[in-house]
């Protein structure tokens, strides 16, 4: 009979599948988490390298950018993917315009003072966080995948969106970079960046440029939350970690580095997917938590960030 | 703004001593006279108040608000009924945004402040514990709806009673010989990393070994996880039955993921219906539950050999033939546990009709009377099914329903006796001081 036999190895983590495949799984796993993860901690980071806002909110913008696309998607029928495509356009432009509202009635009313405007997002996050939940509940809502196919690899199966996932935020990522280094309002923003005076007496319209980079930087959040919300669900409390996560890639790559948060990403969501699956979740935070220590005692201004003029 | 009319300064006002005081005397002549008070023989009348200890935010948010309709429902019954001893019962609804460290200032608020007759309702195994110790030091009874095994352990205190729904351990024992002979002998087992997931890891080896199964791989996943797969390869190959349960808003990507890791080629599954509580079995991605098992405490879908008790309750929370609201098919319900809200109002009416209750001076009366309570026969008031009850344990044993994914609804195909799940007390509340 079996089962009679103790076994010795209850409790502890059994290895079955081969090192090869399962370092595959891992890195695809995390693969999905940097690419997530590069286009919110982007947004914060935009944001704090244009207008010196530490933007504490940010996560929340990601939080309503999935809720909305639970509502855009849940109010179109007909083929999933027609509503998803609806929620990815739609989705981040209402979170454009909420945080466009929240710049112009909030932010600038504090003259983008620094220590105020901490707090003030602090507010701005319980606000989205609690209208969240009035008005769209607490459930965990699911949204379609706008195709579901799913890649059978000889070890295990994946789904075929969640790689596409990556291939998105890898194309956003480029048309960001690009938009920064190859345009006119690329120029502009890094002008601003750069030095706030002197864009303004070059005829800059510094208010209207924060107005905007404080837009697209929720936008970028909202984008990652609606490329997320088919693979976990839209929940009022899910723009807390994305915000933790956000602010160790954007210190360990240097804030307001447009490389060095997309290097910090793709390290932090590796590390977490190959050190969660071949030790603990855990011990892929505290490590995370322990770099971002080591970062902030030797290297201040991040990995690839400028030392301040 | 200036008071340029002098509306609020004291000093112009007319308002003399003896005015004063003649409005004085009135007003205590008022209060003193009978019938000014609004219940003139003092608590004999007025309405018996239950603080409800809800789960409103936070990760238990969904069954929160499905714990409220069922309670709101059966006070309804109850006073439509003439209330519990002819008075009133009204539900005073606090917030405890599923925390352990708020739910103790809950149960402080509801013994201080509100000045309710009990405490009720509370679900997450953490939330309880965390707030037992308040409801035994305000010496208030706590009537929790939470199935963890907690209270039956008896390392809670004499205050905290579980009368409206089975625990963990038992629930455990009673379907362990069916998994055994139905699922398969090798067992992995998926479980929350808290408190209510310890039940499982603690109880599902021994209740398996005893019918010749083995739990071969256990699998701790924190609550607040919102991404599975990278926990999948723990698996082992051997395999046989994955036997999963988890709780909180991730539930529906938890079944998913393990859904795109498996395809087809899954293992048996046997999970408790907390992993998919308030989430639609047929949501895009759950295809491949289709054939695996499932505990339920109380069915989900209606049954053909419902009860007319059972149909009278699902009428009056308000629950369809698949168990959503009635009136919005995208509102599942949280039906596998919810029914103990009713249950436990209905125990509590019970003992403290037997414990002749007229208000917080009664407390200690109303712990023995319902500790001295014995069964609660199936019906309108327990329509999950009969139950016993074991006053030192402070624990009710029921039956227990193992249901089969078939067509997108869940068939219950195995139904457990309550002797199934009995077990030897492991202490005694009643030796403890009130």
């Known amino acids: 009979m079996p089962g009679r036999a103790e076994r010795g190895a209850l409790g502890t983590c059994l290895r079955v599948m081969h090192f090869g495949p399962h370092l595959l799984l891992a890195a695809l796993e995390g693969l999905v988490t940097s690419a997530v993860l590069a286009l919110t901690a982007l947004g914060l980071s935009l944001v704090f390298g244009v207008m010196r806002i530490v933007n504490v909110a940010h996560g929340e913008f990601f939080m309503l950018g999935a809720v909305l696309a639970w509502a855009v998607s849940t109010a179109i029928s007909g083929h999933p993917a027609i509503g998803f495509a609806a929620a990815l356009v739609i989705a981040p432009l209402l979170v454009g315009l909420v945080a466009f509202l929240a710049e112009w009635l909030v932010l600038r009313r504090l003259n983008y003072n620094p220590e105020s405007t901490i707090v003030a997002t602090i507010g701005m996050l319980y606000i989205i966080q609690q209208l969240a939940l009035t008005f769209y509940g607490p459930e965990a809502r699911p949204v379609e995948p706008p195709f579901s196919y799913r890649i059978l690899l000889p070890w295990f199966g994946y789904s075929g969106y969640k790689l596409s996932v990556v291939a998105a935020s890898a194309i956003l990522l480029v048309i960001t970079w690009l938009v920064l280094t190859r345009t006119k309002i690329g120029l502009i923003m890094r002008a601003t960046q750069y030095d706030r005076e002197t864009a303004q007496a070059f005829g800059i319209p510094v208010e209207r440029v924060y107005a905007g980079v404080f837009a697209i930087g929720a936008m970028l959040a909202a984008i990652a939350a609606v490329l997320i919300v088919p693979i976990s669900q839209a929940h009022y409390l899910m723009g807390q970690d994305p915000l933790l996560l956000s602010f160790i890639v954007v210190i360990i790559g240097g804030l307001g580095s447009l490389r060095g948060t997309v290097v910090a990403a793709v390290l932090i969501g590796l590390s977490d997917g190959i050190i969660s699956m071949f030790f603990s979740p855990t011990l892929a935070k505290i490590i995370a938590t322990l770099v971002v220590a080591m970062v902030l005692v030797f290297r201040p201004q991040g990995l690839f960030g400028t030392a301040p003029r | ?434």
């Open chain 2, 1 to 434: 703004m200036a008071d340029k009319n002098g509306f609020f300064d004291l000093s112009k006002t007319t308002l003399s001593r003896r005015t004063a005081l003649k409005g004085i005397a009135a007003g205590a002549g008022l209060a003193l006279a009978p019938g000014f008070v609004r219940y003139s023989q003092a608590q004999s009348s007025a309405p018996i108040r239950i603080g409800f200890q809800s789960h409103r935010t936070g990760i238990g948010a969904a069954y929160g608000r499905w714990y409220e309709k069922t309670s709101a429902a059966a006070v309804k019954a109850i006073n439509d009924a003439g209330g519990i001893g002819g008075r009133k019962v009204e539900l005073v609804i606090e917030d405890d945004g599923t925390d352990p460290a708020r739910g103790a200032e809950v149960v402080n608020k509801f013994a201080k402040q509100h000045k309710t007759d009990i405490v009720f309702g509370t679900l997450f195994s953490h939330v309880v514990i965390g707030s037992a110790p308040a409801a035994g030091e305000n010496k208030i009874p706590y009537f929790v709806v939470s199935e963890g095994h907690h209270v039956a352990s008896t390392k809670l205190n004499r205050y905290v009673f579980q009368p409206g729904i089975t625990d963990v351990k038992s629930q455990i024992q009673s379907m362990a010989p069916w998994i055994a002979a139905n699922a398969g002998k090798k067992v992995t087992q998926i479980f929350p990393d808290f408190a209510f997931g310890y039940d499982h890891r603690d109880y599902l080896p021994p209740a398996l070994k005893a019918q010749g199964a083995d739990v071969i791989a256990q699998i701790a996943i924190p609550p607040t996880e919102s991404s599975f797969t990278k926990y999948f390869p723990q698996i082992p190959a051997e395999t046989d039955v994955i036997y999963h349960v988890m709780v909180g808003p991730a539930v529906l990507t938890f079944v998913k993921e393990l859904g795109e890791f498996y395809g087809s080629q899954r293992p048996q599954l046997f999970g408790f219906m907390d992993s998919l509580e308030a989430v639609d079995i047929n949501s895009p991605g759950l295809e491949f539950l289709d054939g695996s098992h499932f505990w339920e405490g109380s069915p989900r879908y209606a049954q053909p050999d419902d009860s007319a008790a059972q149909k009278a309750y699902r009428a009056a929370v308000g629950i369809d033939d698949n168990g959503a609201a009635v009136g919005d098919p995208k509102d599942i319900s949280t039906a596998s546990h919810m029914f103990g809200c009713w249950e436990t109002l209905y125990v509590v009416k019970k003992a403290m009709e037997d414990a002749g209750y007229k208000g917080p001076e009664d407390r200690a009366k109303l712990v023995e009377a319902t500790e001295a309570l014995k069964e609660f026969a199936e019906g309108p008031e327990h329509p999950q099914g009969p139950k016993t009850f074991n006053g030192k344990i402070h624990q009710c044993f029921g039956i227990q329903n193992i249901s089969k994914v078939e067509g997108g609804k869940l068939k219950v195909v195995h139904k457990t006796k309550i002797e199934d799940g009995l077990y030897e007390p492991e202490g005694d509340y009643t030796k403890q001081a009130l």
